[in-house]
């Protein structure tokens, strides 16, 4: 399942690619590198990646807080064609997975594709191509676009009173201030999700105090770490066969168990949940603290937190647990509904991201001038995660409805991949020039999506940013081995492709 994807054409594709297209990447995170790779693999050069920053990452390049690690194990956590031997942890740090990312822009020649500091500000379809236009006034024409936007990218700012009457230094954990020195000072996080769990143990020895302002607590699964000695990346170096070995290990066990119980296994799901109580109750031994660490909800209804150290962290003299709720930010620090002002120097917002932006908020117009705002009035959708309908040759890399709940993101990516490149088949051997999903289709298939969520763990009784401002489940309630299924080949009679007589001269040049 594993192995390294094959895109092979479909039946009765032309083997001999009779048209390349021109292709524009959105994006060069993990994703768009990737998109890159493998159109190259497929024959097509003819590729611009358009990024909003400075360097590739994404979001690896973005988050550079404290504690940064990944709860996928960094064996599985690679592209499937390019392991990485040189893993220091099972759970690879930030810095680590970056500098694997760069290592593959580097190997595969992509940065000469990128344009750097380029946000697409704008898309528009017209007669058979479209008009990408960035913030630098550059004028991009493509065939193809490829939306690899990503999902986490967006940082989400709490709406409190006050929050720019603060005096001392605030920033986003997706924005880290490293010149912001936190020896001695009082320090604040808001929020209590994965992130602020692997800051604290990072930070709680050198601040001089530290307070956590806890909305909702957290179930956290004790991470089962390992530190990979010399001998350990010695094997692995040069030995493809092995590095694929551990992988398929490790995939195959988040398949069997993690993927399995968040769309439905009792039992597995019963499991997480005593890991999690079980965890609970041997680390913290203040009963009051305890319980006020206690969620109320199933273990895996928000995303469950995998990580060591925080229970022992936030029980050091200088660290505090605050559950009463925020009634404003003044200058000198935050104000409880107690009444109560934490005095603190420096402020934190571990607040997460806008999960369900994806692309946005780039003007993108489809065919007959719908824009993505309009066909997104009612939350975001796609066919089966990747296409649009009024979006001819349009295809997102974890679109809406990616089993990112489930999974291992770059495998997924890898799998979306894999049916888009068959799509792309479609346009290159001259079968069409516009390749779209059916509207009909399209509905019918996300009305099975969501009457499909009540067997998940995500309904269970939690609010989580798993579900869209609508209240919409953006998630994948079916098995991951059905999703693979879903992905290996379009049905072609699901879409609408269409001939187009010639690209006209467009008004958006």
Same mark, same amino acid.
């Given at each position: 399942?594993?192995?390294?994807?094959?895109?092979?054409?479909?039946?009765?594709?032309?083997?001999?690619? *009779?048209?390349?297209?021109?292709?524009?990447?959105?994006?060069?995170?993990?994703?768009?590198?990737?998109?890159?790779?493998?159109? *190259?693999?497929?024959?097509?050069?003819?590729?611009?990646?358009?990024?909003?920053?400075?360097?590739?990452?994404?979001?690896?390049?973005?988050?550079?807080?404290?504690?940064?690690?990944?709860?996928?194990?960094?064996?599985?956590?690679?592209?499937?064609?390019?392991?990485?031997?040189?893993?220091?942890?099972?759970?690879?740090?930030?810095?680590?997975?970056?500098?694997?990312? !760069?290592?593959?822009?580097?190997?595969?020649?992509?940065?000469?594709?990128?344009?750097?500091?380029?946000?697409?500000?704008?898309?528009?379809?017209?007669?058979?191509?479209?008009?990408?236009?960035?913030?630098?006034?550059?004028?991009?024409?493509?065939?193809?676009?490829?939306?690899?936007?990503?999902?986490?990218?967006?940082?989400?700012?709490?709406?409190?009173?006050?929050?720019?009457?603060?005096?001392?230094?605030?920033?986003?954990?997706?924005?880290?201030?490293?010149?912001?020195?936190?020896?001695?000072?009082?320090?604040?996080?808001?929020?209590?999700?994965?992130?602020?769990?692997?800051?604290?143990?990072?930070?709680?020895?050198? @601040?001089?105090?530290?307070?956590?302002?806890?909305?909702?607590?957290?179930?956290?699964?004790?991470?089962?770490?390992?530190?990979?000695?010399?001998?350990?990346?010695? *094997?692995?170096?040069?030995?493809?066969?092995?590095?694929?070995?551990?992988?398929?290990?490790?995939?195959?066990?988040?398949?069997?168990?993690?993927?399995?119980?968040?769309?439905?296994?009792?039992?597995?799901?019963?499991?997480?949940?005593?890991?999690?109580?079980?965890?609970?109750?041997?680390?913290?031994?203040?009963? @009051?603290?305890?319980?006020?660490?206690?969620?109320?909800?199933?273990?895996?209804?928000?995303?469950?937190?995998?990580?060591?150290?925080?229970?022992?962290?936030?029980?050091?003299?200088?660290?505090?647990?605050?559950?009463?709720?925020?009634?404003?930010?003044?200058?000198?620090?935050?104000?409880?509904? !107690?009444?109560?002002?934490?005095?603190?120097?420096?402020?934190?917002?571990?607040?997460?991201?806008?999960?369900?932006?994806?692309? *946005?908020?780039?003007?993108?117009?489809?065919?007959?001038?719908?824009?993505?705002?309009?066909?997104?009035?009612?939350?975001?959708?796609?066919?089966?995660? @990747?296409?649009?309908?009024?979006?001819?040759?349009?295809?997102?890399?974890?679109?809406?409805?990616?089993?990112?709940?489930?999974?291992?993101?770059?495998?997924?990516?890898?799998?979306?991949?894999?049916? @888009?490149?068959?799509?792309?088949?479609?346009?290159?051997?001259?079968?069409?020039?516009?390749?779209?999903?059916?509207?009909?289709?399209?509905?019918?298939?996300?009305?099975?999506?969501?009457?499909?969520?009540?067997?998940?763990?995500?309904?269970?009784?939690?609010?989580?940013?798993?579900?869209?401002?609508?209240?919409?489940?953006?998630?994948?309630?079916?098995?991951?081995?059905?999703?693979?299924?879903?992905?290996?080949?379009?049905?072609?009679?699901?879409?609408?492709?269409?001939?187009?007589?010639?690209?006209?001269?467009?008004?958006?040049?």
């Amino acid at each position: 399942m594993n192995a390294e994807v094959k895109l092979d054409p479909p039946p009765g594709a032309a083997t001999d690619v *009779r048209r390349k297209p021109r292709v524009a990447i959105i994006g060069a995170g993990m994703s768009g590198m990737l998109s890159a790779i493998k159109l *190259r693999e497929r024959g097509i050069e003819d590729i611009v990646i358009l990024e909003k920053a400075d360097r590739i990452g994404g979001t690896w390049r973005d988050n550079t807080y404290p504690g940064l690690s990944c709860d996928v194990p960094a064996h599985m956590y690679t592209y499937t064609f390019e392991p990485n031997p040189e893993w220091s942890h099972r759970y690879a740090r930030g810095p680590e997975i970056y500098k694997y990312f !760069d290592h593959c822009a580097n190997k595969y020649g992509l940065k000469e594709l990128i344009h750097f500091n380029a946000e697409v500000v704008s898309a528009r379809y017209e007669s058979g191509q479209w008009f990408l236009k960035t913030g630098n006034d550059e004028l991009h024409i493509a065939d193809i676009v490829i939306g690899a936007t990503g999902v986490l990218h967006h940082p989400s700012y709490p709406d409190i009173e006050g929050l720019e009457a603060f005096s001392g230094d605030m920033f986003h954990t997706a924005r880290w201030d490293h010149d912001v020195d936190l020896t001695g000072k009082r320090v604040g996080i808001i929020g209590t999700g994965s992130t602020a769990t692997q800051i604290v143990p990072q930070i709680v020895d050198k @601040v001089g105090k530290l307070d956590l302002f806890q909305r909702t607590p957290q179930w956290i699964y004790p991470l089962p770490d390992k530190t990979y000695s010399e001998k350990d990346k010695k *094997r692995l170096r040069g030995n493809g066969k092995l590095a694929r070995k551990i992988r398929d290990r490790y995939s195959k066990m988040f398949e069997m168990t993690f993927a399995k119980a968040v769309t439905g296994n009792r039992f597995l799901l019963w499991f997480i949940g005593w890991v999690c109580k079980q965890h609970l109750e041997r680390k913290v031994k203040d009963p @009051v603290l305890r319980e006020k660490m206690r969620p109320g909800y199933q273990a895996a209804c928000k995303r469950l937190i995998f990580a060591t150290g925080f229970y022992e962290a936030i029980q050091k003299p200088n660290a505090e647990v605050i559950t009463d709720g925020i009634e404003r930010i003044e200058a000198n620090g935050i104000r409880t509904a !107690d009444g109560q002002l934490h005095e603190l120097d420096v402020l934190v917002l571990a607040t997460g991201f806008h999960a369900h932006s994806f692309m *946005r908020p780039m003007e993108m117009i489809g065919k007959d001038g719908v824009s993505i705002d309009e066909a997104w009035a009612e939350g975001a959708y796609a066919f089966k995660s @990747v296409a649009l309908p009024g979006f001819p040759n349009f295809f997102m890399m974890t679109g809406p409805n990616s089993p990112i709940g489930n999974y291992s993101l770059i495998t997924i990516n890898e799998l979306q991949l894999n049916y @888009v490149m068959q799509l792309i088949d479609q346009w290159s051997s001259g079968n069409a020039d516009e390749i779209v999903p059916r509207t009909d289709v399209t509905k019918s298939y996300n009305e099975a999506l969501q009457n499909s969520m009540s067997d998940t763990v995500w309904v269970t009784g939690c609010k989580s940013w798993y579900f869209n401002e609508f209240g919409k489940l953006a998630m994948w309630p079916w098995s991951f081995n059905h999703f693979i299924d879903v992905m290996k080949e379009p049905v072609l009679a699901e879409y609408e492709l269409n001939k187009v007589e010639a690209p006209a001269e467009s008004e958006a040049a």
